[in-house]
């Protein structure tokens, strides 16, 4: 059995912290440790994490603090981590059988590099957008599977390396297309929405931080040479504007 490295990074939460930590302990799946990377909190943040060391159901590994960001805090987080499998995860579990489920998908694929699945991103308990990007596809048609929902195998980040944090808002789109962009790496897919992501985080805040974003995005194309950055910043932006009209999950998948 293949172990799970949970990444949270986390900056003066702790209400939310506490539930993503429920969701985590709900969890069928044996073999999975915790990892947080704290910002230095000065709210209920550190007796959450010291609250959970003590009594939570997976083995817990944290640091706390000063860091230059988001994606400077995922890249300390990745360090303290032991896992097969690496999942960089603030938000919730929608099931108890998530990680059961991805990491069999996974096992069942010895040729993949991991998995992916769909999100819905909430706002005082409404679904705001819902992100389904189905099967993998070329990056040319706009396809991007939803990052929290990646289970990654550890080769990735050892042969790739991790979050240039020279990006504010999207070195989490750049890291995934230095991996996608040549199509050698595959990607399995499970049809059903796995995690629900707070909505307003770094990417979601307000119109700003989408136009960074999709410039940030086309850089991320431009600088890892792939062909038809602006037709594919085009068409992604349609696809993520598309999300947010469709914010139906199947009733199937309940």
Same mark, same amino acid.
């Given at each position: 059995? !293949?172990?799970?490295?949970?990444?949270?990074?986390? &900056?003066?939460?702790?209400?939310?912290?506490?539930?993503?930590?429920? %969701?985590?302990?709900?969890?069928?799946?044996?073999?999975?440790?915790?990892?947080?990377?704290?910002?230095? %909190?000065?709210?209920?943040?550190?007796?959450?994490?010291?609250?959970?060391?003590?009594? @939570?159901?997976?083995?817990?590994? $944290?640091?706390?603090?000063?860091?230059?960001?988001?994606?400077?805090?995922?890249?300390?987080?990745?360090?303290?981590?032991? @896992?097969?499998?690496?999942?960089?995860?603030?938000? #919730?579990?929608?099931?108890? +059988?998530?990680?059961?489920?991805?990491? /069999?998908?996974?096992?069942?694929?010895?040729?993949?590099?991991?998995?992916?699945?769909?999100?819905?991103? +909430?706002?005082? @308990?409404?679904?705001?957008? &819902?992100?389904?990007?189905?099967?993998?596809?070329?990056?040319? $048609?706009?396809?991007?599977?939803?990052?929290? +929902?990646?289970?990654?195998? /550890?080769?990735?980040?050892? +042969?790739?390396?991790?979050?240039?944090?020279?990006?504010?808002?999207?070195?989490?789109?750049?890291?995934? *297309?230095?991996?996608?962009?040549?199509?050698?790496? /595959?990607?399995?897919?499970?049809?059903?929405?796995?995690?629900?992501?707070?909505?307003?985080?770094?990417?979601? %805040?307000?119109?700003?931080? &989408? $136009?960074?974003?999709?410039?940030? @995005?086309? /850089?991320?194309?431009?600088?890892?040479?792939? #062909?038809?950055?602006? $037709?594919?910043?085009?068409?992604?932006?349609?696809? *993520?504007? #598309? !999300?947010?009209?469709?914010?139906?999950?199947?009733?199937?998948?309940?």
């Amino acid at each position: 059995m !293949q172990k799970v490295s949970l990444i949270l990074t986390t &900056y003066n939460s702790a209400e939310n912290l506490r539930k993503t930590l429920q %969701s985590i302990d709900m969890q069928d799946y044996a073999q999975i440790e915790v990892n947080i990377k704290d910002g230095g %909190s000065t709210d209920e943040t550190i007796a959450v994490i010291e609250n959970y060391e003590k009594h @939570g159901k997976f083995p817990l590994n $944290w640091i706390s603090c000063a860091d230059k960001g988001i994606y400077d805090a995922m890249n300390q987080g990745y360090a303290l981590t032991g @896992g097969e499998i690496i999942v960089f995860f603030n938000d #919730l579990f929608l099931h108890a +059988t998530v990680v059961s489920e991805m990491l /069999r998908l996974i096992e069942e694929n010895p040729d993949c590099i991991g998995a992916h699945a769909d999100l819905v991103y +909430t706002a005082e @308990g409404k679904v705001v957008r &819902y992100w389904k990007m189905g099967p993998q596809k070329s990056l040319y $048609w706009g396809w991007m599977p939803g990052h929290p +929902t990646l289970f990654l195998k /550890r080769e990735i980040y050892e +042969t790739y390396g991790l979050y240039d944090d020279s990006y504010r808002i999207a070195a989490d789109y750049e890291f995934m *297309v230095r991996f996608l962009k040549d199509r050698e790496n /595959r990607l399995v897919y499970l049809p059903k929405t796995i995690i629900e992501m707070y909505y307003g985080g770094t990417s979601t %805040s307000d119109l700003g931080s &989408y $136009w960074i974003s999709l410039k940030e @995005g086309y /850089r991320a194309l431009r600088m890892n040479k792939v #062909l038809g950055a602006l $037709w594919i910043s085009g068409i992604r932006t349609c696809r *993520v504007l #598309l !999300q947010f009209i469709s914010t139906k999950i199947p009733e199937n998948e309940g």
